[in-house]
């Protein structure tokens, strides 16, 4: 199992997660943002407030919305942290 160190926002629904692995990945989410949970996540505004939370170890949204480090490990793209700062949109 995974767990996320580190997530920053770089741009539209896209993260850039370091996992405990030491790899970090490009998630994009804007594919899987759907259902009731993650309506609000659409909103960019609302995306952007997201945090990582030690307890479950992954991103957490303040409705409380998630997904398993481990999805979101498999939908990364494997980039260096120099392309993951470029890769914004």
């Known amino acids: ?13 896209k993260l850039k997660i370091r996992f405990d692995n030491g790899e970090t990945k490009v998630v994009d989410l804007k594919p899987h943002i759907y259902g009731p949970i993650f309506e ?24 409380n919305a998630d997904f ?7 939908i990364g793209r494997n980039v260096s942290e120099q392309d ?6």
């Open 68 to 74: 398993s480090p481990d999805f979101l490990y498999e």
């Open 1 to 13: 199992m995974r767990w996320i160190v580190e997530a920053t926002y770089i741009g539209g629904y």
């Open 84 to 89: 993951a700062s470029t890769d914004a949109v």
């Open 40 to 63: 609000p996540l659409k909103q960019i505004d609302f995306f952007k407030s997201f945090r990582v939370d030690k307890d479950i170890d992954t991103v957490v949204w303040p409705n």
